[in-house]
């Protein structure tokens, strides 16, 4: 058994974790591909990961397994988070919220919703 395979099933039976994160750490060690990796080795598979399209976000969410794997055989390496895009949605300008505000319904169906609202 590999020591990959031992972290997952530690992980499953220690741990209880469900299917979905024992699969989500097996996708996450398959870019490692190492049993014992080292510092370089780790910044060449966030390069890896980065290459092959994955967003910074996509990259942390696997960091958060790979960390997880050195520091569970006792190794002190470990990848810092990527720094993510700050993702501000567009909210509604003054206009749109005085049109809002003015709306009148005009069947009684909505009148009644109105009233409920």
Known sequence: MTRHERFIQERKYL???SSKTIEWHRKSL???GLEEPKEHQLKDCVIRMREAG????SV???LRSINGYPAWSGSALRVPRLKEEEFLPETFSAEDI???AQWKP???TAQKARICT
Not at 54 to 57: C, G, T, V
């Open 15 to 17: 741990k209880n974790v």
């Open 30 to 32: 398959n870019w490692l």
């Open 54 to 57: 994955l967003k910074a976000s």
């Open 60 to 62: 942390n969410c696997r």
């Open 98 to 100: 005085s049109k809002f």
């Open 106 to 108: 005009k069947t009684k």
